[in-house]
Structure formats: structure tokens, C-alpha cells
């Protein structure tokens, strides 16, 4: 029998069992594999962290310190490195104090980047140092900082990249902007490196507003240049009066001229390289209807250099040589081959400079800008050597062009921009003019006269033409103080009569809304009043002027009302200066006078402007510039109308002030008018005027100003008139009484013996009376008689009339009267002229016994005992 296969296969031996594994598994290791682990216990540490590590230290946004920002400013990756700049900016931001501290060494390590090959890098550097660094910096050792920063930036103006020299010039403006003084030790260096860049422009300077940027910060140096800065710093100024443009004094100079004429060899290398940039650029104005922005920017800025470097060489050459001449002369050596060739063959012959397209708008006035730049560094090249007749011809048509207004519409006239663009040639007129007789001079003169008139008050192109015209008065006068037949010393006084003419106006249109601009009118003004004073043929011209400067002080209209002009409201310096042109008028006519003694009489004007007034009238008169009669009649309005108890004034002043002001007035005026001369002459003018004003019976203090005057020109014995005597004695009795009752005090101190008349502040308004009384005993007579006619008059009214008031006036009137005799009796030098008339002192005593006796009706207990105790004294000074 056969096997069956299940239990053949059932009996058939096995040699190994075969394991079946799933993919991704990790086979387990050999049976005789090595166990090769290590166990052990775990250490476990003191905690530690940054942030521990770096409490008490400041730290940016990102938790990173100073010293960690400065060194990754060196990493590798540029984004780390901006960064890094990023946070330190922050970091001093935030806390100020990280920068004082270590200014020095951030910035130290940072002059690292400046030629740092990314843009991005060096542009946040830049902002660092703008913003943060150079600002915080500025009390500090600007030098030390300066030294770290000036041979990393130079060493950038020498890198291969482009882009990285452009940048340097960026930090060396920045430098400068901050702290101008570090240009000085090294101008030299400077234009050396502005020199080759600009020489190589035209291999990768292709992007205008990288060029636009070099030229800009060449700017900024030449203006640092001692004798351009002067000039600068006045133009970047506001509207502040002063002289707009002027010739720069070396005396001014901030920095020693001997320390820069060694650069003037790198500036003269500089022309020739600008001029032919310029000419590059100048396809740019005859290709199409628009000048471009940034080409049109370098253009005005090569101009602006090329200006700046002709102005320098006069300043580093010997002074002997400064004067021009037609062969050249000695200032030949100033201006060497290149650079005649430079500007006289490839810069004037482009002026002026047009466009074959109609230009209109901004780009017409980008044109007028460029031909003005021309222009005026023409004429600044004139000033040193005389230029080729017909090119001279061209640039002076150019200017009357330019003063009728022939390169700008109506509406543009006016404007601040159309003003500028004047203002830069105006300067060269006087200089043109200076240099004698010429066809041209008659055409400027007349286009320079219309540009004064149509030019507005108070505008900058305003303050040109005045200070143009104070150049030109040295010169106009040596002209015409030569007495020539020459035709054109008729058309030079025709136009300074003009001009002369305009002032007075245009201090008027001025008011007090332009004060610079009336001072410097003022100052014009004063001096022409001193030239006037050297040249006969200006002084009708000066003389005139006063009949159109009376409304500046004040003027009278209907009804006597009184307008005040400019003058009040003006500041004090120039309202001194008005004062002192006064002094010029060779006559000072009554119309001018009444105007200025009505400014005096305002409450407002301050006291020393009033007696600056007075001594300048004073002075005027003294040289024969015033009438007499018009003088005293000024001084004798000022006494008389001045005012001394108004509610109260705009500047503040009370009657007390005010009544202070008056007295030192009229020490003033009466210690000029003791000087006048002949007192007796004096003393007849002015005698009938001041009696009648006093018995119009001003305020007590004007009238005691009116005898100061008169007791100043009298004598003794007295020269007034029998009829004066006995008018001024029946006045001077009121008037003394009245004295007495406005200071009741004193008057009891005077009863009570406590006080003497040298120490009261009745003896300012007594004392003339009692001078007058020692210098005519017939005066002390007639006030007697009238004072015991006024306790008659005083006791009859009494009688007929049973009215309080009248009792309490009588019994005023009888205290008054017994204590202006008792003042006198206590004044020494009238003891022994009243003891003359004692009748006189018994006539009055009896009178006020009658009166005590009638029994007056209405009287009280009080008026009773006043007029007992009145009687009393009165028995005194008649024992």
C-alpha cells in the first residue's frame, strides 16, 4: 500500500523556523551582540539664564545690550548688520544716557560701515548719525568725534564701488552740517576729492540726482569759506531789517584768511571742471519744451559754485593788487590761463542761455534762474578785471531788462520768487555806477528809480533797492561835489531826488506793520542827512524832505483832532533814529515842530524818548537850525498841554508817573533856556505869552512850569514889565492858595512847625512865587492886598447869602490864606521882605477878627475853632 502525502510531509525534519517581519520595523540585534549602555543619575544644576545675565543693563526691543549690537555691526550677513544699527538706534533713543556714555567708542566702531559694501547698511548708518549720534553729540568733544569719522570718510571717497564714494560725500555733508568748523583742517582734502569725482562724472555719474546730491554738499563747503560765510549767513536769515547785501569786511571773519590761500589753487582747478560739466548739461535746455528737475538742480548748483570760487580769489591774494585795471595789471596773476578760457570762451558765450521750444511756467523760470547765475557771476568778475566791452553790453541790457520787468508777467511781479531773482543783481549797481560816467549808468539809474517805486513796503526786494541806495551815496556825492558841466551830475541828482522823495512816503505806507524795514528807511535817511551836511547840492534836496515826513509824527484834522502817524508805535531804536535826522535839516520850519510837539505831549511815548527830543531840538537850535520864536514856542506848548492826570494811559502810567515826567521836563527845558543867551531878550518874548496862559488858569502843575520858565530867564531885580507886576500879583495869590489846599498835609506839618520848605513837596510849586517876592518887593505887596481883598469878598457873601457852601469856601479860603503866610514868614530869604509889610499881614489879621466876629450864619463848631486857630497863628507873625 502506497503512503498518503499528509503524513509523508508530517514526518520530514525542519532546520530552522522562518519569522515573517513587517516593513518599517527595526530588526532586533544579534543574540551575541555587546550591551554597551551606560546608565547613571542625572545632575541637576543652579538655574542659570540671559536674562539674569544682563539685568541692570540697558537693552534694545530685542533684549540685546550695546556691546552685542556694536559687534554684530561686523557679522557677516548685511541684514545683521542693518539690524544691528537698527537696534542701536533704539537702544539711544530710549535711553540717552548709553550715548554720553559711550559716544566714543560706538562711534568708534561704527566709522567701520561707512564703506560698507550694501546700500542698506550705510543708509542706516547715515540715519543713525543724522538723527541720534551728531545731535546728542553737540556739547561734547566735537573735535575727537570729527577725527574719528574725517579718514574713514575719505578713505570711502576712494572706493572702487561708486555707490560708496557717492555715499561718503553724504557723511562729509553731514559732518559739516552739524559741525561747520571741522571744514577748516581739511578744505584742502575736500576739494581735492569734490575735484576728481566730478572729473570722472562722465563715466558713472549718469543718475543726475546722485550728481544733484555731490554738488549740493560742494555748495555747503564754499560757502563755509571765510569770506563767503558772512554773506550766506545774512541771506539764510528772516526778514530782520538788516543790510540785505553788503560787501563782506575781513574783520568779521570767523576763520583766518591765512589759513585757507593755500586751497586757492584747488579752487581755480575747480572752474574748468564745472564749466564743462555745465556745458554737458546743456543739450538738456534746447531738447524739448520741459527742462528737467534734477538736471536743472546740478546746473543751478554749478553756477552757485562757479559764483562762490570767483568771490574767493580776491581774499587770497595781496591786497595791493585788488584794484582792476585794463591791462589786468598785477591782478593778472589772480586769474591764470585755465580759467580765463574757462569762463570768458565756454560760460558767457552761452548767456544768455535760450530754448528753441517755447518754454512757459516753471520751466521759463528754471531758464531766468540759470541766466541770472550767469549774470552775476559776470559782474563778479567784473569787479576784478574789465571784461570785453561788448559782452559788458549784453549782461547791463540784461539788467534793465530785468528791472522793467521784462522777463516776468503782472502777475509774477510781485511775487517773493520774482523778488529773489532781482535781489542778486541790485548789489552790482552801485558798483557800476561808482566807476564814473558812462552811457549805462543814466539807463540803470532810471530802471533801478521804477523798481524802488513799484517794489512793495516791507518786502525783501524793497530792503534791497534801500540798501542799494546807501552804497550809491558815496559815489553820486563825490560826482557831484566835483561841480562838472557834465550833463549826467543833472540826471544823478534827478534820480537821488527821487529817491529822497520816496522815504518820507514809504515810512508813511510802512506804518508799524514792517519795523525792520522803517528802521532801515530811518537809517538811510539819517544818512543822507549826514552827507547832506558835506555837499551843498543835497541840502535843498534833504530840507525838502521834512514837509513829507510831518505826517510820520502827527497830524492835525478838523476840529483839532489829532492823528497820530507811525512814529509812536514804533520801537524805541527807531524812533532815536527819526530824532537824529531831525538834526540834518539845516531849518526846522513850525509846521514839523507842532507835529513832533504833539507825538511829545502823548502819554504813551516813553519819558526818555521825550527828553532825547528835546535835546536833539536843543542841539538843532544851538547850530542855528531853528528859529527863536519857534523854539520857545515848542517848549512853552510842552509845559503848558502836557498832561498830567489822565484815567490812565495804554503803557500803563498813572498821574503820579506822569507828574514826575513833567517836572523833569521843565528842569530840562529850563536849563536849556538858561543857556539860549540874552535872558532879558528872552524874557520879553515869552513874558506875555506865559502871563496869558496863566490866567487861563491851567492844572496847578502846568502853571508852576510856566513860572519855573520865567523865574529861569528873570533877574534881580526883576525885569518885568509894571503891567506884568500887577497882574501876576493878583494871579499868583490864587495860585498859591491853591497850591496850599491841594496838599492839606503838609499844610498841618507847615502849622505844626514840624517840617521846613526845603523838605516839602510845596516847595516845588512855591518856590518860583518866592523868588519872584525876593526879586520884587511891589509884587509881595499886591498878593498881600489881593489876598485880604479875597477874606472881604469872602465875608460879604457870607452876609447876603446864608449858603453852607459859601461858609465852608470862606473858611477854606481863610485857612489857605494864613498858611501861605506862615510858609512865607518860615522861607529865610523872605523874613526880612515881609517884615516890609507887616500892615499888610495886620490888615489881613483884623479882617478875619471881623470875620470871626459877625457870628456867621451856617457855621459849625468846627469851621469856628478853624478860623480861631487861623487867627491865632496870624497874631503870631504879627508880634
Known sequence: ??????????????????????????????????????????????????????????????????????????????????????????????????????????????????????????????????????????????????????????????????????????????????????????????????????????????????????????????????????????????????????????ADMSMSL?????????????????????????????????????????????????????????????????????????????????????????????????????????????????????????????????????????????????????????????????????????????????????????????AFTQTLRESKPGSLLKFACLSAIEDMLTPIQTMLSLETSNPENLELEGALLAWIRELPLLLIQLGDKHPSCSQVVLHLQLRIGQCALLNSSLVCMYDNMQYLLRDFYCKCQEGEHICYGPFLRLPKESQELSLCTLYYFTHLDLPILKSIACCCLNADLDPRVLFRTIEILHSAYIDGHIKIADYLSVFITLVLRFQVSPEISSTGLKSDSLCKTLKSMTTLVCSYMAQMGDNSLVLQMIEKVIIDHILQKPPLENRCSLLRM??????????????????????????????????????????????????????????????????????????????????TERSLSLISDNCTQNTRNCVIRVNAVTSVLVLMHKEAKLQKIISLFKEDIVNITQKVLSLQSTGMIGTTIEERHKIQSAFERLKILTR
Open 1 to 250: 500500500m502506497t503512503r498518503s502525502k499528509a503524513n509523508t510531509k508530517k514526518q520530514r525534519g525542519v532546520d530552522f523556523k522562518k519569522i515573517r517581519r513587517k516593513i518599517g520595523r527595526k530588526l532586533p540585534p544579534p543574540k551575541n551582540t555587546t550591551n554597551t549602555e551606560i546608565k547613571s543619575k542625572a545632575i541637576v544644576l543652579p538655574e542659570q539664564s540671559v536674562a539674569a545675565e544682563k539685568a541692570g543693563f540697558a537693552v534694545n526691543k530685542k533684549g540685546l545690550t550695546l556691546k552685542e549690537l556694536l559687534q554684530q555691526t561686523s557679522h557677516h550677513n548685511a541684514k545683521v548688520r542693518r539690524d544691528a544699527l537698527m537696534g542701536i538706534k533704539d537702544l539711544f533713543i530710549k535711553y540717552p544716557a548709553e550715548l554720553k556714555l559711550h559716544k566714543y567708542a560706538a562711534v568708534e566702531k561704527l566709522r567701520e560701515r561707512i564703506g560698507d559694501d550694501d546700500k542698506a547698511v550705510r543708509k542706516s548708518l547715515h540715519d543713525l548719525f543724522k538723527v541720534v549720534i551728531l545731535p546728542g553729540c553737540k556739547e561734547d568733544n566735537q573735535e575727537l568725534i570729527i577725527s574719528l569719522l574725517m579718514a574713514y570718510i575719505f578713505n570711502a571717497m576712494t572706493h572702487l564701488a561708486v555707490d560708496v564714494r557717492i555715499m561718503a560725500f553724504d557723511f562729509l555733508d553731514l559732518v559739516l552740517e552739524f559741525y561747520p568748523p571741522s571744514f577748516s583742517p581739511y578744505a584742502e582734502k575736500i576739494f581735492e576729492n569734490y575735484e576728481d569725482i566730478l572729473r570722472k562724472n562722465q563715466y558713472y555719474l549718469q543718475d543726475k540726482g546722485k550728481l544733484k546730491d555731490v554738488l549740493a554738499g560742494l555748495v555747503r563747503c564754499l560757502s563755509l569759506l571765510p569770506w563767503n560765510k558772512g554773506e550766506t549767513d545774512l541771506h539764510n536769515k528772516d526778514d530782520t531789517g538788516q543790510k540785505v547785501l553788503h560787501a563782506f569786511e575781513e
Open 258 to 446: 591765512n589759513g585757507f590761500s593755500h586751497i586757492i589753487k584747488n579752487l581755480k582747478d575747480l572752474v574748468p571742471v564745472l564749466v564743462n560739466s555745465f556745458q554737458e548739461l546743456i543739450p538738456v535746455v534746447h531738447a524739448g519744451p520741459r527742462i528737467e528737475g534734477k538736471s536743472f538742480g546740478c546746473m543751478v548748483s554749478m553756477l552757485h559754485s562757479i559764483d562762490l570760487i570767483v568771490r574767493s580769489f580776491p581774499y587770497g591774494t595781496d591786497k595791493d593788487s585788488e584794484s582792476p585795471s585794463s591791462q589786468g595789471g598785477s591782478n593778472a596773476a589772480l586769474w591764470d590761463v585755465t580759467i580765463s578760457s574757462a569762463l570768458l570762451k565756454k560760460l558767457f558765450p552761452l548767456f544768455p542761455l535760450n530754448s528753441v521750444h517755447h518754454l512757459l511756467g516753471k520751466d521759463y523760470d528754471r531758464l531766468l534762474d540759470l541766466n541770472m547765475a550767469i549774470a552775476k557771476i559776470f559782474f563778479e568778475l567784473n569787479e576784478w578785471i574789465f571784461l570785453p566791452s561788448d559782452l559788458l553790453e549784453k549782461f547791463l541790457e540784461f539788467i534793465e531788462d530785468a528791472l522793467h520787468g521784462k522777463f516776468c508777467s503782472a502777475a509774477e511781479s510781485g511775487n517773493t520768487v520774482w523778488e529773489k531773482r532781482l535781489v542778486q543783481l541790485l548789489s552790482f549797481i552801485p558798483k557800476f555806477v561808482s566807476r564814473g560816467a558812462s552811457c549805462w549808468t543814466s539807463r540803470l539809474l532810471q
Open 710 to 791: 520865567l523865574v529861569t530867564v528873570d533877574s534881580k531885580p526883576t525885569r518885568l514889565s509894571e503891567q506884568s507886576i500887577i497882574t501876576l500879583g493878583h494871579y499868583l495869590s490864587e495860585y498859591m492858595m491853591d497850591a496850599v489846599q491841594c496838599i492839606p498835609k503838609d499844610a498841618d506839618n507847615y502849622e505844626l512847625g514840624t517840617l521846613s520848605i526845603q523838605s516839602s513837596t510845596l516847595c516845588y510849586y512855591l518856590l518860583p512865587c518866592f523868588l519872584l517876592f525876593d526879586r520884587c518887593n511891589k509884587l509881595m505887596k499886591v498878593v498881600l492886598e489881593t489876598m485880604g481883598l479875597a477874606i
